[in-house]
């Protein structure tokens, strides 16, 4: 379950003020779920047993094989994650103090539906392999496209010169460019 959830695309997620990053993978197997408020990052992966259990805790009207109850849930997460909620299912989260607990309101077959994900802290390595690691890569990525852009400027501003030296003029005015100044590019984009 995790290794597929390194394929799922983080979403901004609000509960009230607080903004926070999550993703989710669910599967008839079970799920598991990351979520980060940029200060902390905390994790809950269930089996089908826990899934199981908490649903009989939860749900005692409803009597749904463990499977269909995975799939109504990963429906709902996946419709929150996309910032499109069911307009029947709430969400609201706790700081507790083995970590954080995610309270879910929602309806099954016209039958209320409850949920709640007891998220614990994430360790370190599934910290740097889900965050960490590519954002990394993302920054770099986009070194080496700012490099490459930069490049392309520089080699236009020379072909425009080449150009005005042999006598060409622009047509139109208001479409001329100041060379295009690679230092104080640099400045501004580390500045901002």
């Given amino acids: 379950l995790e290794s597929s959830l390194l394929t799922q695309p983080w979403a901004s997620v609000c509960f009230g003020k607080s903004t926070f990053l999550a993703k ?3 599967r008839d197997t ?5 979520i980060s408020d940029l200060s902390s990052v905390w994790y809950e992966s ?3 047993e826990v899934v199981g259990q908490r649903s009989k805790e939860l749900n005692k009207r ?4 463990v499977s269909s109850f995975l799939h109504h849930l990963g429906k709902l997460m996946c419709c929150w994650l996309a910032g499109q909620p069911d307009t029947t299912t ?5 700081h507790i103090a083995s970590g954080l607990s995610l309270h879910m309101k929602s309806e099954l077959s016209g039958l209320p539906f409850y949920w709640d994900f007891h998220c614990c802290p994430a360790p370190v390595e599934m910290v740097s392999r889900h965050l ?4 990394i890569r993302m920054s770099l990525a986009l070194q080496y496209q700012v490099q490459g852009l930069t490049s392309l400027l520089l080699q236009k501003d020379a072909e425009i010169e080449d ?7 622009l047509s139109r005015d208001r479409l001329r460019t100041e060379p295009f100044q690679e ?3 640099q400045q501004n984009f580390m500045a901002q």
């Avoid at 079970?30 to 990351?34: A, I, M, T």
């Avoid at 960490?132 to 954002?135: A, D, F």
């Avoid at 005005?164 to 003029?169: I, L, P, Y």
Wanted: aromatic share 18%.
């Fill in 62 to 65: 409803l009597t749904v094989h």
């Fill in 46 to 48: 269930a089996d089908v």
């Fill in 90 to 94: 709430s969400f609201s989260c706790h």
């Fill in 30 to 34: 079970g799920y598991v779920l990351l």
């Fill in 183 to 185: 230092d104080t590019f």
């Fill in 132 to 135: 960490v690691r590519p954002l």
């Fill in 163 to 169: 150009y005005r030296e042999s006598g060409a003029t």
């Fill in 24 to 26: 989710a993978f669910f």
